[in-house]
Structure formats: structure tokens, C-alpha cells
């Protein structure tokens, strides 16, 4: 069995209002990253994708509060430590992250790399100039990105130039975990090839040693990730391999996104795009039962009556739902 | 598409140039194209080729250096703000970012009644005006009584850019040039969208320009695909014609970078450039 990098036991985080309202957004969330392999996670806006990535790092800032669970990066265990602890010696080395508008994080006054300078020194502060130089060189070429870039400032790149930049950037410390939190959302197609090729190749040239991908684009997850998590206001609601996700959905939802795939394959145009019904709930005040039950077309009564828990079957394939698999599957053959 | 059906927006040898001299950028470059009523045309092309810029000269938002646009036959003026102004109650846009499409210092009401005004229902009894309204958003699956008193910045992404659509549905244009409704949403809010703009064009008969850069909307949604390359148009016809069987390498090319899920998508063709 290979190592695991990232293990996450029943991960709880809320946020706290201004009228001191708590607002759960990472609901008893586990999961396990091993090395080599990578997880997509999946879900509609707002069902907590992003604040499951800001809390794996342990980074916890106003209003995002830590409440229960585990973390553990790498065999070293970082709950409670403190955020400054952890951009220390946590951020970059151990774990590293590259947010929505990553380009925008680029200092428009400062050439590239001065910021891969900055970025060596904080962890490594003996690092020479040349030697930064050189390893920046290198590794830039290899990812296939022109050394020039370097000396550029991040105006005269293009979006997804920059988009690269900045994930060949984060990952110069050689992390054991990557989170791309929808590293492609802002780039025409053409571009977001080249970013998920690039994840691809850090991945098969081991400078990162696992990965997590964060998107609502699940062609994307199919063909970049290992195992696919669909997330639902805060929960897990389907975790399994791409291909038994994607294939064979066992939760409504999870059913229900898969509906609303487009590609340009002959057949589509035949195909009735499904949209999934209603609002996600308001996290304030969340559902007793359970959570999806107001847009579910399979609801029955008991679904509101008592907290559903996650089903395990065969495999490492977990699911959310108050149906057995056999009664799912029977549902959505009557349909 | 049929032979019978009437012309709708026709453009002859439409060029758009930027700058002077050394500096000169040709953004859109000698393009034809001839619009039926009632079609359902896509504009597809990768980021700088030229299709806003296409679509804001349709819109006569600014100016076309060379080139003629014909509306229903006849050749487009919008030469006096009041033509302008005539010309607009015949296309309307929805744009790619929700977010700066509003005036941030009206309530959402006060929005649908300027568009109510400006269909000639400026002296309508209130109750038909509210009438009127609470079919848009019925249209769009909104609840007008839950929205009426709202600033747009109380409202999601996915709720805008459905009212957006809400407004098109009260003003009812002949066409709609819809750039990109649909890159800054999340895809189940997407199918939504894309199934509105589809309902637009069944019941009310609109004509409906849709720029994209994703082959496999353009795929889904569209009669007619034009792609659009360098600000020229490459290849044209009817959907399964252009996504089934591509000519250019261009369009294959396109084709290539979307990902698919029963197909091996092949990312080894990636050239860094």
C-alpha cells in the first residue's frame, strides 16, 4: 500500500457572521490522498469546495473557524497550529495552493522572478540569487514554459501564461500536496488544455506527490483525476473512481450533475440537458434530515425525519443517501 | 433555415481596425455572414479572435470601419442617437459578466419598468406593469415578490444573469446577441441558462447570436456554427456539418481541447506557445 500524503478525519469548519451566526461549511468531511493519486472534487457554487481547501491547509482567519477534526499532512498532524506556524512551514513546502484567480495574485510592479525569489527565500533564506536563477530556469523549461518569462513582468503575459506561472511558481518547493482550486475557470479552452496538461506533468514528473482539483467542470475531473468527491452543502455526498462516478452515479445529485455534462460527442444534441431543480439550503439555518431532500425527485418522508449517514459499498465508493444501492438503482431504471 | 425564411441580420465585408500606422490591429477582417429569423447561430472562436468585437459592431456600439450591415433587408442607420436608439429596441445583449451588467443604484423593479417604458408601456395601470414583471421572472423560475425590493449586489451570479434573461423576455428585441452568458457560471446553472435562451427562441421566435469559446455549447445549442479565427470567418454551416465532420484544422483543433468523457481526450497535441 503506498504512503498516504493527505488524510483528513471528520473535518468540521464554520464560518461565523457579523450577527454571530454559525454557518457550517466543511460538515464532518474525511478523506485520504495517497501518493500519486489525486482527487477531484465536484458540487455547485457554494456548496463548500473552496472552504474545504482553505481548511485542509490549516489556515484558518476570520470569519473561518476551526471546530473539529483531524489533519494530517504527510504524517505530521497540524491541527490547532497557528496560522502563522503554518504559512512557516507548512505552505509551499508541505502543501500548496493555487486559488481561483491565481493571475491576479501576480505583483504588477515586479518582475516573475522576484517573485520566485521571495518565495525560496522565506523557506530557504541561505538560497543564493544564481542558484534561484538557475533552478527557476530549469524547472520553467521543463513545464514548458520559455525561461524568458522570468524576466517579464506579469503585464506583458497573457491570462493563461500567467495562470501557469503562478502554479509553476507554487510548486518550485517541490509540495506533497497540490490543491488547485479551479485553476482553469478564467481561460478559454485552449488555455485550460495546457493548464491541466501542466498539472499532468508535475504529477508524472513527481514534483508534486499528490493532488487535489477543485472544479464544477466534471469532463475536466474525468479526465484529470483518480477518485471524484461530489460535495453538497458542506458534505460529502458521492465519493468513488472517475469512472464509477461519472458513469454510474448512485446519489440524486451526484445523478443530477451528471445531466447537465456538455461535449462535443455526436449524440448530444439528442440528449434533453437536465438542470437540477431549486436552490442549494441556506446554511444558516440547514435541513434537519436530510440535506438535499427539498430538490430530490425521489424524497420520501422518513428523508426528513432523521440525519442520513454515508453508505459504504464495495470498494473505497461511499455515498449519502437514505436508499440502499439495489433500491437506487431500481429507481432510476423506472425512469 | 428554410429558403423561405426572411433575412434577419446581414453583414457584407464587416472590418474592424484598431490603431494607426506601425500599431494597426485588424480585429475583425472582411466577414460575411447572412441571419435568418428565428436562427440560432453560434460564434465560436479561442480568446482575441475578434468575436466581441463582431458582436459590439452588430450592436452598433462602435463603429465599423468598413463594411455594411443590413437589418431586414434594409441598409442598418443609426447615424442620429434617436435611430440609435430606434435600432436598440430591435437587439438587446446579454454580456459575459453578470456582475457589471446593472446600475448598481437601481432596485431591481425600477430596472424592469424602464424596460416596460421603453416598449411604449410608460402609461400602463401599475397592476398590468406588475403583471408584466411577474411573467419575466416566472420565466426565468424567479419569484418577483422575493426580488422587487433588491439591489442587484443581494444577488447571486446564476439570479443575475436569469434576470438578465427576464429583461430580454420584457422587451422582446428581434435579436438577441447573448457574448459568452454563460463562462461565469457554474455548469448546473449553466444548463439552466442555455435551456432559457433555447425557450426564447421556441416561443417568441427571437433570433439569437451566441458567442462562445466552448465547441460543445455552440454544439448543443446551435442551428448554424460560424468559427472564427484572426478575425476572419474559417468555417461555416450547420452544427452536425462543422462538429461532426471539421474541415479546418482550426476547428478540429478546437474540437481537441474540450475534454470529453466517452472519447480518449489526447493531451499530447498540447503545443506551448
Known amino acids: 500500500m503506498s504512503k498516504v500524503m493527505l488524510e483528513v478525519k471528520e473535518l468540521t469548519t464554520k464560518y461565523i457572521t457579523r450577527f454571530r451566526e454559525d454557518v457550517y461549511a466543511v460538515d464532518h468531511v474525511s478523506l485520504k490522498v495517497e501518493e500519486g493519486k489525486s482527487l477531484g472534487i465536484a458540487g455547485e457554487s457554494g456548496c463548500g469546495k473552496s472552504t474545504l481547501a482553505l481548511s485542509l491547509m490549516g489556515y484558518y482567519f476570520a470569519p473561518l473557524h476551526y471546530t473539529s477534526g483531524e489533519i494530517i499532512i504527510n504524517g505530521q498532524n497540524i491541527t490547532g497550529m497557528d496560522p502563522d506556524e503554518v504559512r512557516k512551514s507548512i505552505l509551499g513546502t508541505e502543501i500548496a495552493y493555487i486559488p481561483q484567480s491565481a493571475m491576479n495574485a501576480l505583483n504588477p510592479t515586479q518582475k516573475i522572478i522576484h517573485l520566485i525569489e521571495d518565495v525560496i527565500q522565506a523557506h530557504n533564506p541561505k538560497t543564493t540569487k544564481k542558484e534561484i536563477r538557475e533552478l527557476a530556469e530549469g524547472r520553467f523549461e521543463e513545464l514548458g514554459l520559455p525561461a524568458e518569462v522570468l524576466q517579464k513582468y506579469p503585464v506583458e503575459l497573457s491570462g493563461g501564461m500567467k495562470q501557469r506561472t503562478v502554479i509553476a511558481t507554487s510548486v518550485i518547493l517541490n509540495p506533497k500536496v497540490l490543491i488547485a482550486d479551479e485553476p482553469s475557470s478564467a481561460l478559454d479552452v485552449t488555455s485550460q488544455k495546457m493548464v491541466i496538461k501542466m498539472l499532468r506533468d508535475l504529477m508524472e514528473k513527481g514534483y508534486v506527490k499528490s493532488m487535489i482539483f477543485i472544479t464544477h467542470e466534471l469532463p475536466l475531473l474525468y479526465n484529470v483525476t483518480d477518485d471524484i468527491m461530489v460535495m453538497y452543502a458542506g458534505q460529502i455526498v458521492e465519493k468513488g473512481t472517475a469512472q464509477e462516478v461519472v458513469f454510474d452515479p448512485l446519489h440524486p445529485y451526484a445523478k443530477g450533475l451528471m445531466g447537465s455534462i456538455i461535449v462535443p460527442e455526436k449524440g448530444l444534441r439528442d440528449v434533453k440537458l437536465t438542470a437540477i431543480p431549486g436552490v442549494p439550503p441556506n446554511l444558516k439555518k440547514p435541513p434537519f434530515g436530510c440535506q438535499f431532500a427539498e430538490r430530490c425527485k425521489y424524497v420520501i418522508p422518513e428523508c426528513k425525519s432523521h440525519p442520513i449517514d454515508l453508505r459504504e459499498i464495495k470498494g473505497d465508493r461511499i455515498y449519502r443517501c437514505i436508499f440502499t444501492e439495489a433500491q437506487l438503482r431500481k429507481v432510476y431504471q423506472n425512469d | ?273
Open chain 2, 1 to 273: 433555415m428554410t429558403d423561405e425564411k426572411k433575412s434577419c441580420l446581414k453583414g457584407i465585408g464587416l472590418t474592424k481596425v484598431f490603431g494607426l500606422g506601425r500599431q494597426k490591429t485588424v480585429a475583425v477582417d472582411h466577414v460575411n455572414f447572412d441571419i435568418c429569423e428565428g436562427e440560432f447561430v453560434s460564434i465560436v472562436g479561442e480568446s482575441g479572435s475578434g468575436k466581441t468585437t463582431l458582436a459590439k459592431m452588430l450592436l452598433g456600439l462602435i463603429s465599423i470601419s468598413e463594411g455594411e450591415i443590413y437589418f431586414q433587408g434594409e441598409k442598418r442607420d443609426i447615424s442620429s442617437q434617436r435611430k440609435k436608439q430606434e435600432y436598440w429596441k430591435n437587439i438587446q445583449a446579454i454580456f459575459q459578466d453578470p456582475f457589471s451588467s446593472y446600475n448598481i443604484f437601481n432596485k431591481i423593479d425600477t430596472l424592469f419598468l424602464d424596460c416596460i417604458s421603453m416598449r411604449g408601456g410608460r402609461h400602463l395601470p401599475h397592476e398590468k406593469k406588475v403583471e408584466m414583471m411577474t411573467e419575466a421572472c416566472s420565466f426565468v423560475n424567479l419569484k418577483f415578490e422575493e426580488l422587487t425590493n433588491k439591489y442587484p449586489f443581494e444577488l447571486s451570479g446564476g439570479q443575475m444573469q436569469r434576470l438578465m434573461i427576464a429583461r430580454i423576455f420584457l422587451l422582446k428585441p428581434k435579436i438577441l446577441v447573448a457574448d459568452e452568458p454563460t463562462s461565469m457560471i457554474d455548469a448546473c446553472s449553466r444548463a439552466t441558462i442555455l435551456d432559457m435562451l433555447m425557450r426564447l427562441r421556441n416561443e417568441i421566435g427571437m433570433t439569437i447570436i451566441f458567442i462562445t469559446h466552448d465547441i460543445g455549447l455552440a454544439y448543443y445549442i446551435s442551428d448554424t456554427v460560424y468559427i472564427m479565427e484572426h478575425g476572419k470567418i474559417v468555417e461555416s454551416g450547420t452544427a452536425d456539418q462543422v462538429i461532426l465532420n471539421p474541415k479546418e484544422a482550426y476547428t478540429k483543433r478546437l474540437i481537441s481541447d474540450v475534454p470529453k468523457i466517452h472519447e480518449e481526450w489526447d493531451l499530447s497535441t498540447v503545443n506551448y506557445s
